[in-house]
């Protein structure tokens, strides 16, 4: 339990790291895109906290299944934390972007709601 909440906090630090590198380049420090950053970095959290307390509540409870849950949502949060990252530190450096581009192309589904 102990790992997987260093793993997921760590790629949760990273990203919001990558993320205020990448507004100090552009020279876009906006107090309401950090707020709403921030926020969806406090739902992972929550959402994590809740995996771990389902799997701590399920041995009490002995439903008779085991439902490892919180290491799938670290797995998720972890990748999606590490395409963020990823997209941050190419956008910051450029020609990191050519080695990167043909995964990035393959996991962007277009859908660019949850940028920083």
Same mark, same amino acid.
């Given at each position: ?45 929550? $959402? ?5 307390? $389902? ?36 956008? $910051? ?24």
């Amino acid at each position: 339990m102990f790992i997987k909440c260093i793993l997921v906090f760590s790629f949760i630090a990273l990203d919001v790291i990558t993320g205020f590198m990448k507004g100090l380049y552009n020279k876009n420090i906006d107090s309401s895109a950090l707020r709403k950053g921030l926020l969806h970095k406090a739902s992972e959290a929550l $959402v994590f906290g809740m995996s771990l307390l $389902v799997e701590y509540a399920i041995q009490y409870v002995q439903i008779g299944v085991d439902l490892p849950l919180s290491g799938g949502v670290t797995v998720y949060i972890a990748g999606m934390e590490a395409t963020s990252i990823i997209e941050n530190i190419c956008e $910051v450096n450029p020609k990191l972007f050519k080695l990167f581009k043909p995964y990035l192309s393959k996991l962007q589904s277009g859908d660019n709601d949850d940028k920083k």
